[in-house]
């Protein structure tokens, strides 16, 4: 099977379930309301696990779900058709989850009063807006995202290659570590899919009240992540991780 469409569907898979749990703590009269961020972050790191594990089962041994991650796979081994192939795939994906999201909390929107939190359910928004600081975040956290998931895989941590079935495990690990740690000033998109594509959804849904798509920040959780991929793969290349 085409590695694309393992890109397409995990990151809808993704997406459901990683902007799922936003919308199970921040929309009104879900049985989840309020749960707080640790049950975010343990979402979206599952929902990352569920992703990469459904891509991985479907042939696409990459997994990367992330147009960050393409970007640094191709300056670690110049597979540029990556580029092309997987970028595409995983933003049409990441606006279908969006969609499906909707669908799933179809009467909850109307009821939500916010307009901020609808949007949350799709796209990040940073805690305190300062655009140097925003972009900064998100390098740092997919630096470490990048970096940690290559040393993974390293042959100096495991010779013989990761134990099957335990890489999607390793990586939901990863991002529930950077989610704790270094989400909480602007929702660690740190993928530019993960924001680009339900912030795309969210323009063109019919949601009930749901304001503005805040484009205006939306350069920030594009570029930052890319810029921190490039930066732990020209470090992974130097040091030979």
């Not at 921040?26 to 972050?41: C, F, Q």
Request: glycine share 12%.
């Amino acid at each position: 099977m085409n590695p694309a469409w393992g890109e397409f569907i995990g990151t809808m898979i993704l997406i459901l379930l990683g902007n799922g749990v936003v919308g199970a703590v921040l929309l009104k009269r879900s049985k989840a309301e309020n749960a707080g961020w640790l049950v975010i972050a343990t979402g979206w790191a599952l929902a990352v696990f569920a992703g990469v594990a459904v891509a991985i089962s479907m042939g696409d041994a990459d997994a990367h779900l992330n147009p960050a991650f393409t970007v640094a796979s191709v300056l670690m081994t110049g597979h540029a058709e990556r580029l092309w192939t997987y970028i595409p795939a995983q933003i049409l994906g990441a606006i279908a989850g969006a969609v499906l999201v909707w669908l799933f909390y179809l009467p909850h929107w109307p009821i939500t009063d916010d307009p901020a939190k609808k949007l949350s359910c799709f796209s990040t928004i940073p805690a305190i807006r300062s655009l140097g600081a925003n972009f900064l975040s998100e390098a740092i956290g997919t630096f470490v995202l990048v970096l940690v998931a290559s040393a993974l895989v390293s042959k100096r941590l495991a010779p013989g290659g990761v134990a099957p079935g335990l890489g999607p495990l390793l990586v939901g690990c990863v991002v529930y570590s950077i989610g704790l740690s270094l989400g909480a000033t602007t929702g660690y998109a740190i993928n530019p899919a993960r924001d680009l594509g339900p912030r795309l959804a969210h323009s063109f849904l019919p949601i009930a009240g749901k304001g503005s798509s805040d484009w205006s920040y939306a350069a920030i959780p594009i570029f930052g992540p890319i810029a921190g991929a490039i930066a732990a793969a020209l470090f992974i290349r130097f040091t030979g991780i």
